[in-house]
């Protein structure tokens, strides 16, 4: 399936997590559109003073890759500064957070498996 960015749909997600922030998704694609593989699988916009709160993943993972800006990242326990190209996996029960504690805007691919 190729999906042209006109056709993915753009929400805001208020305190995610209990983060600071209206975080923007842009959805690559749905649940349904990835055969309920995945729950999510979006390109996240994160703001200067925006985060998204600790939170754990278990039984389900995520990853993130970071496509512009920075953010710093909480990934259990141990603090990161992540940039272009640097990729975070959470599973197994761990938990991890980001804040974006620069003054330009971040983005990263996040994609949650099941």
């Known amino acids: ?25 842009t959805d690559a694609f749905s649940q349904e559109e990835m055969l ?17 709160g600790l939170h754990a993943h278990g039984p389900d ?3 993130y890759f970071m496509l512009e800006g920075e953010l710093t990242a909480v990934d259990n ?9 640097d990729a975070v ?9 980001v804040s974006n504690d620069s003054d330009k805007t971040a983005k990263m691919l996040a994609v949650v498996v099941r």
Not at 77 to 85: D, F, H, L, S
């Open 89 to 97: 996996f959470t599973g197994g029960g761990t938990s991890h957070s």
């Open 61 to 63: 993972a995520e990853i």
């Open 1 to 25: 399936m190729i999906k042209k960015k006109d056709e993915m749909k753009r929400r805001v997600r208020e305190n995610l997590r209990g983060g600071n922030g209206g975080i923007g998704f």
């Open 77 to 85: 326990g141990i603090k990161k500064t992540i940039r272009p190209g």
């Open 36 to 52: 309920d593989k995945c729950s999510l699988c979006a390109v996240l916009d994160l703001e200067p003073g925006m985060s998204i």
